[in-house]
């Protein structure tokens, strides 16, 4: 790997985004006006006839309504992947202020219990690669291997720590050998609850002057409903408590098993979005229930019908929108998207990062995997898709190439 300088090039970027005009500071300035113009566009149908048929068409307004609050968001979203992960250590307060500095329209929060119950955010419930948890000696002996989801793993876990001694932890980057930049920041943060994000979200919403959005995922719930921790109730509690829960509450509900959503529906009435993995994998639940279907059979019309009885979109890999070869190579784009919207849902892929290694090769430059490639383009051809959004480490990227995606429906 290449080791480039640290620095902090927050300053830069954001002066760089204003130069392009495709945000301003702590906010999507494009975005208010296409949110303008969605609402336009959706109080005028039926009056405007073919101009109103030709604004749906390049992008004004999404090709699917939720008759939530989530209509009312710019399109398509740019959701901030644990926030701004790719320069921040992920999920936490620097990570989704960073990311609501950029513009991002939503913050994405994963959600795993502690031993004493309470919600904390964090990409797994094994810390390990995620907090200074190694370091602690008074915690070594509370390292083990465990079975989630079937698969053994390793570690330190959050449901055997209290939250008093979770927040004597720090986080650190995940990826330091991709992201040798972000080490700068370990230590910096502590591991937040979820209800700390909520208040930080409600905090931000008014000094920012406009709605900030959560996107919040069930970790592994049926492992956490088997030791006794279910996660849908205690986050029904914690959305209510923060103003968050109902159709107009300002947070999407997402999870890669179908019965935590439909769980969640019948506890709040939030926007849902069903996740779903590589083709041939199978959600969790289905293989405790002796489901034989897998993410295959999910993304055909009949599985997309299904899913659109619970959930009111799917948060699909990238690959199955767009798929590569063994080579990396792009290949002829999958008809997932013209399905799904077919079947009233809307569509969130993960994940867009800036470095080499997690591009396709047509968008790699140079040799180097953690050095950036032509993010932007890849961005851009995601949006050409025909996607709601998607997900997204880089923030201030995912949005360059939105305007230029908007400039080029004619968007102003």
Do not use: C
């Amino acid at each position: 790997m290449t080791h480039r300088p640290i620095d902090d090039p927050t300053a830069s970027r954001r002066s760089f985004l204003r130069a392009s005009g495709a945000v301003g500071l702590g906010a999507v300035a494009l975005g208010a006006g296409a949110s303008q113009a969605f609402a336009d566009d959706s109080q005028g149908q039926g009056s405007q006839g073919n101009e109103g048929e030709a604004k749906r068409q390049t992008g004004t307004r999404p090709p699917v309504r939720t008759g939530t609050a989530l209509d009312r968001l710019p399109h398509p979203l740019v959701v901030a992947h644990r926030g701004a992960s790719g320069y921040r250590p992920e999920e936490t307060l620097g990570a989704y202020e960073l990311a609501l500095e950029l513009g991002a329209d939503v913050i994405e929060q994963d959600l795993v219990p502690t031993k004493d119950g309470h919600l904390v955010v964090r990409h797994e419930n094994n810390i390990a690669e995620t907090t200074d948890v190694a370091d602690h000696k008074e915690f070594a002996a509370r390292r083990t291997t465990k079975t989630v989801d079937g698969t053994a793993i390793t570690g330190w876990f959050t449901e055997d720590f209290t939250l008093a001694e979770l927040r004597t932890l720090r986080a650190k980057e995940r990826l330091p050998l991709q992201r040798q930049r972000n080490t700068l920041y370990d230590g910096r943060w502590a591991v937040p609850t979820f209800r700390e994000v909520v208040e930080f979200a409600n905090k931000r919403s008014r000094t920012l002057g406009r709605d900030v959005w959560l996107y919040v995922e069930t970790k592994h719930p049926s492992y956490f409903r088997s030791i006794g921790l279910p996660l849908e109730e205690r986050l029904a509690d914690e959305l209510r408590r923060g103003g968050l829960a109902g159709r107009n509450g300002r947070a999407i509900l997402q999870s890669f098993e179908p019965s935590s959503l439909q769980r969640l529906a019948k506890l709040v009435d939030n926007p849902r979005i069903q996740l779903l993995s590589a083709a041939g994998t199978q959600p969790y639940d289905f293989v405790l229930a002796g489901d034989k279907r897998t993410v295959a059979d999910l993304v055909t019309k009949d599985g997309l019908r299904w899913i659109a009885s619970f959930a009111h979109g799917i948060g699909p890999t990238t690959q199955l929108i767009a798929p590569v070869d063994a080579t990396g190579k792009l290949q002829p784009s999958t008809t997932l998207v013209p399905d799904a919207h077919a079947a009233g849902l809307l569509l969130h892929p993960y994940t867009v990062r800036n470095e080499n290694s997690f591009l396709p090769t047509d968008f790699r430059k140079g040799t180097d995997p953690a050095a950036y490639g032509d993010a932007i383009g890849w961005a851009r051809h995601l949006y050409e898709q025909g996607v709601d959004g998607f997900f997204t480490d880089n923030t201030d990227t995912s949005l360059l190439a939105r305007a230029d995606f908007w400039a080029s429906r004619g968007v102003s």
